[in-house]
């Protein structure tokens, strides 16, 4: 199966992909990234994800190739029979500043990589630690999806030392901000909250469509809430382009149920899928 990899000097899809290795996306990690799900060879809520790819961009200061030429290497990639025929699988689009020196100085150049892989279903529910790495809330890449990750490999490799799927980090106020790769939602006294933008998360794509899918008989705000809430939440759930909507049955040493909230939402949430990217 080939992957696309293309530069500003031209490229295209490749069996065997190269990139330079003064590409300033492997030395000083200076890149952006989108995952997208797959379903028989199309891209789940693919504008959305090339919106905030251009949003991310914009925070660094990147240079990208046109959001058409993305379409077009993202089209390409899908098209080959293997992709079609696969059930389930994800698109990582990443965008670098190309080659450079060896240095944080950039190029005028950019790298763009775009591979597809098989995925598996999430299990239906999820173990989750707080973790002592915090987020800072105040960066300036707050909010930009970038290929930066080793603050949430560590979070997440010491959660898998624990027996968790995943990691939930506070911020520097002390506050749930998010997931390693998840946002986070709680649901107390039937009142579903998730932490506002301005806490340092990302804004996930499937986080801002489970808030529009949210019916109007339940009540919902973005409000910010600390580790004890979490921990005394009634029902606790994630969402993320692969999970959906997966409930937490367990933090740290403590249980929580799989609510009528969060069923009834993750209810909503799949009409919502079928209605706007079936």
């Known amino acids: 199966m080939k992957s696309w990899v293309s530069s500003n000097e031209g490229g295209g899809l490749v069996t065997a992909p190269l990139v330079s ?47 058409d030429e993305i379409r077009i290497a993202i089209s390409q990639l899908l098209a080959q029979e293997e992709i079609v025929k696969s059930a389930i699988g994800r698109i990582r689009i990443t965008a670098t500043s190309g080659p450079g020196e ?14 597809w892989s098989e995925s598996k279903p999430w299990p239906d529910s999820a173990e989750v630690v707080i973790s002592d790495i915090v987020r800072n809330e105040r960066s300036p890449l707050a909010g930009a999806k970038t290929i930066s990750y080793a603050e949430n490999v560590l979070a997440l490799s010491r959660a898998k030392k624990l027996a968790a799927s995943e990691a939930i980090l506070l911020n520097l106020a002390g506050n749930v901000c998010e997931g390693t790769g998840s946002n986070v939602f709680i649901v107390k006294n039937k009142v579903v909250l998730t932490p506002p933008v301005i806490d340092g998360l990302l804004p996930g794509i ?20 600390t580790a004890e809430d979490l921990l005394y939440a009634d029902e606790v759930f994630l969402t993320s382009t692969t999970r959906n909507i997966q409930p937490v049955t367990k933090i740290n040493d403590k249980t929580f149920p799989i609510g009528s909230v969060t069923k009834e939402l993750q209810v909503n949430f799949s009409k919502w899928m079928e209605e706007n990217d079936g």
């Open 21 to 67: 290795a003064n590409d300033h996306g492997l030395t000083v990690g200076d890149g952006i990234f989108e995952t997208l799900k797959t379903i028989n060879g199309k891209a789940v809520l693919l504008e959305r994800h090339l919106a905030r790819l251009q949003r991310s961009a914009q925070l660094l200061d990147l240079l990208i190739p046109s959001l």
């Open 102 to 115: 060896l240095g944080s100085i950039r190029s005028n150049g950019w790298t763009l990589i775009v591979v």
């Open 206 to 225: 499937t986080r801002n469509a489970v808030i529009e899918s949210i019916p109007k008989q339940i009540r919902f705000s973005e409000l910010s809430f």
